[in-house]
């Protein structure tokens, strides 16, 4: 029963290499958010999707890019991946952006050869 | 700037001790405050929240007291057990604040000890 779904739950890409991260979701929220999380550091929001208006963090660098194709999946795309963008990638949602709470998926760890 | 900050860093307690982690924020447009628990490998687990028009909320062994004029927040575990050993972060959204984005707290690792 799970409800937010992430894939891979593991992945290794080679330095430079383009990687796709994917979220599914089964609970029909409105907002979908990508959050990047180092050890023993809190998530840090990357960008977020109200329905389809996508929403970008300032400081989140132009190496990653993000898709939503329908409600219920979002694509985390880094196109040149670097060896500080070795870290746990998080997905949540939310049932819209107004103080809900964010239910978050087992996250997918990234790393970088 | 960090708009909320948490303390502990790290926390120890005995089994069946009370576990006490302390959030401060600054923005008065904050209106949510999650807390939310992390084990290993897994995501972040929604645990209990409370709005600013309450000043304390209990659901089992957890409580959240609140102080909205000192703008702090607390997680209380009573009869803590080695199955709550965990990473726990607050967190703080505003619903007319930037996109209701949650600040989170730098997190506390509790380990409770049997």
């Known amino acids: 029963d799970a409800m937010v779904i992430q894939n891979p739950r593991y992945q290794v890409t080679q330095f430079g290499k383009p990687v796709t991260l994917s979220c599914s979701q089964t609970l029909n929220h409105n907002v979908m958010y990508w959050y990047q999380q180092k050890s023993s550091q809190a998530p840090k929001l990357l960008f977020h999707?109200?329905?389809?208006?996508?929403?970008n963090e300032a400081d989140t660098p132009d190496n990653f890019q993000s898709r939503r194709p329908n409600t219920s999946f979002c694509f985390l795309d880094i196109r040149s991946p670097g060896l500080g963008d070795a870290a746990m990638y998080l997905c949540?949602?939310?049932?819209?952006?107004?103080?809900?709470?964010?239910?978050f998926g087992d996250g997918t760890r990234l790393s970088i050869l | 700037q960090q708009q909320v900050k948490q303390s502990p860093q790290s926390l120890i307690v005995q089994k069946g001790g009370i576990s006490i982690i302390n959030c401060a924020y600054e923005?008065?447009?904050?209106?949510?405050f999650p807390w939310y628990q992390q084990f290993p490998g897994k995501g972040p687990a929604l645990l209990i929240a409370i709005r600013p028009d309450v000043s304390e909320k209990k659901e089992g062994r957890f409580t959240i007291s609140f102080n909205k004029s000192a703008k702090q927040f607390s997680l209380h575990i009573m009869d803590s057990q080695p199955g709550d050993s965990a990473t726990y972060f607050c967190?703080?959204?505003?619903?007319?604040?930037?996109?209701?984005?949650?600040?989170f707290g730098s997190g506390t690792k509790l380990n409770v000890k049997p």
């Open positions: 967190a703080a959204s505003g619903s007319l604040y930037n996109f209701n984005k949650f600040y």
């Open positions: 999707y109200y329905d389809k208006d996508f929403n």
């Open positions: 923005n008065t447009a904050f209106d949510y």
């Open positions: 949540a949602t939310s049932r819209d952006p107004v103080s809900q709470p964010q239910h």
